[in-house]
């Protein structure tokens, strides 16, 4: 354990078992992170006992730490409430904060609703003085398609002619003609009849259109009795147009109330949130943020939650897609900040669990557009878990070959995918050490055999378990293998991957028998990468070995320079090119020879290296 981890965790035990509030420092001072805990100590203390077990953000997190503070409170919705207060003033960095873009999407009504016949447009931006906007909206599609629905059910223009200056300038547009346009441009509807369709339309985006249906519905009554048959008859007319639209909607509900549905979705390790807005039970607009690293699901939404509703704007009920730590809690917290009840539901069958199964589709496929290649190489991943019959997707997967030169070298490498990619800050060399003669399952016993005794050690460099451990061989290498892992007590997944007689990967072995996989193209080409680069780094590095061993033999023919001399000249300047351009001195100094022997060794090295 290192000094800094050490102090920590002994500050943290020294925590008392009251609610409060944690700030993260890093080593400049800077809070990078926010917490609030029911029992400080066990809370804090979490952060820096079994850190092997963290998710990347958090290990993330752990390294950055050098000091903490913490603030006590009475109760935990106490602690709740100073958590939210001051990740709004010191914005951390390892907290979920919502950077995406909020509130850029409006409703334009060129002139103002008081000016001459004004216009229903979607607009990104605020800046004509002479007209009114409503919003603003996060999602562009939903605008334009309520627009769109506005102007179509009320029949309102949505060409660039200008009124009254271009009546009867040109003949109507094709939209007249298929009854999409009430034909303002020939001149015969009054401005007051304008607006009041405007205002109908105004009235149906910011309601929905079962408030619209009702008002209409009242209006069409009121002209029948006045005997009005005309106006009753448009009336009716926009009423059937809503309708109309409401049968094609996949995006309606039978609530009437106002709510908001949240899901979190996960994809090869990174996290996103959705949320979708229903306004008296029509879907009004769409948020989706990404949270980067994932990490604890239910504390995930909780935080979420928290940042998303920290400006207010909270509905009467919000459904989630899982469980938080602190349901009841954050209920009450947000119950407080609008100024009335609210629920937050789970919502397990029915309309709620459809629009929850809707809102984390949404969040997947966001997720999928922001991480792009990640995305991809998980299904993969999930896909080999599926065919192995792994407990888990293998995120962390280690391959393992041996290699060697004759009897004289040999050595195995270990390379690391994680993700689906490569690794390289995991690849290690091993020299084999106690096997004689060429036997490559005992080789094998040995690499796999100290890398875990290292694990088993404490030895930081070696401190991740993988979730899946491939051999390059069949199924004796498997049993080989097998057997070290008993020993050792660990449970990890274990296959080998076979080749054919042009060196090519064609099936997964384990201790049971072989299993085919040239049918499952993308996991075929994954662990066909996997095999090769495994191949390439442990011949890369016999080679290497090879060559140290050739350079040391040559060394060795200058009197008075043995094994043990050439081995620590060749440890320093590794290199043909780096012995040659090594002065007499560095020569004299790494080998520890006379002066004399090493301007002697130098001639030999420029004239035979």
Not at 535 to 552: D, E
């Amino acid at each position: 354990m290192n000094d800094a981890l050490s102090y920590l965790r002994g500050k943290a035990s020294k925590l008392p078992l009251s609610p409060g509030v944690y700030l993260m420092k890093n080593k400049t001072g800077d809070i990078i992170y926010v917490g609030k805990a029911k029992h400080l100590k066990n809370r804090v203390s979490s952060y820096f006992v079994n850190t092997d077990a963290h998710t990347v953000k958090t290990a993330k997190l752990v390294d950055k730490i050098k000091e903490f503070d913490f603030i006590v409170t009475l109760t935990e919705l106490d602690a709740l409430v100073l958590e939210s207060s001051l990740i709004k003033q010191h914005r951390p960095k390892y907290n979920i904060l919502l950077k995406d873009a909020r509130g850029y999407n409006y409703v334009k009504i060129s002139g103002g609703v008081s000016g001459k016949y004004p216009r229903l447009t979607y607009t990104h931006s605020t800046d004509d003085k002479n007209a009114e906007y409503i919003g603003p909206y996060a999602n562009g599609f939903t605008v334009k398609q309520s627009v769109a629905d506005a102007n179509r059910i009320f029949m309102l223009p949505s060409c660039t002619k200008k009124f009254p200056e271009e009546f009867n300038k040109s003949r109507p547009c094709l939209n007249y003609q298929i009854k999409r346009c009430m034909g303002v441009c020939l001149g015969g509807i009054s401005e007051e009849e304008y607006k009041s369709r405007v205002k109908s339309a105004i009235n149906y985006i910011k309601t929905g259109s079962k408030e619209s249906v009702k008002r209409l519905t009242a209006e069409m009554t009121a002209a029948a009795e006045s005997l009005d048959f005309e106006k009753a008859a448009r009336l009716r007319d926009q009423i059937n147009a809503i309708k109309r639209v409401d049968s094609v909607q996949s995006v309606q509900s039978s609530k009437t109330s106002d709510y908001d549905v949240i899901a979190v979705a996960r994809v090869a390790g990174f996290a996103a949130a959705t949320v979708i807005k229903y306004r008296n039970g029509r879907l009004t607009d769409k948020e989706s943020f990404y949270l980067g690293d994932e990490y604890d699901e239910a504390q995930m939404r909780e935080e979420f939650l928290l940042e998303y509703y920290s400006d207010g704007g909270i509905p009467p009920e919000i459904y989630l897609d899982g469980e938080t730590d602190n349901k009841d809690l954050i209920g009450e917290y947000l119950s407080g900040k609008s100024g009335r009840k609210l629920s937050v539901i789970v919502p397990k069958r029915g309309e709620g669990a459809a629009q929850v199964a809707l809102t984390k589709s949404n969040a997947l496929e966001y997720l999928t557009l922001k991480t792009g290649r990640a995305a991809k190489k998980a299904a993969v991943l999930e896909e080999l878990a599926k065919l192995l019959g792994l407990p888990k997707i293998p995120e962390y997967i280690e391959c393992y070959d041996i290699s060697n030169i004759g009897e004289s070298v040999k050595a195995g490498g270990m390379v690391v995918y994680r993700g689906g990619e490569p690794y390289k800050r995991g690849y290690r060399k091993f020299t084999i050490k106690n096997v004689s003669g060429l036997d490559d399952y005992a080789c094998m016993r040995e690499v796999v055999g100290r890398r875990f005794k290292r694990y088993a050690d404490g030895d930081k460099g070696f401190s991740t378990l993988p979730d899946l451990i491939l051999l390059d061989g069949g199924t004796g290498h498997v049993s080989a293998v097998s057997g070290v892992l008993r020993e050792l007590k660990l449970e990890i997944s274990l296959f080998g991957l076979v080749k054919d007689s042009k060196h090519k990967t064609r099936a997964i072995a384990s201790a049971g028998g072989e299993i085919r996989i040239n049918a499952n193209r993308s996991v075929f080409s994954l662990l066909t990468k996997i095999q090769e680069e495994t191949h390439r780094f442990s011949v890369g590095f016999t080679r290497g070995q090879h060559k140290k061993q050739s350079m040391a033999l040559t060394l060795t023919y200058v009197p008075g320079i043995g094994e043990a001399k050439a081995e620590a000249l060749l440890k320093r300047f590794k290199t043909k090119a780096a012995l040659k351009a090594a002065t007499p001195d560095e020569l004299r100094e790494t080998a520890k020879i006379s002066e004399a022997k090493a301007r002697e060794l130098r001639d030999f090295v420029t004239e035979h290296l």
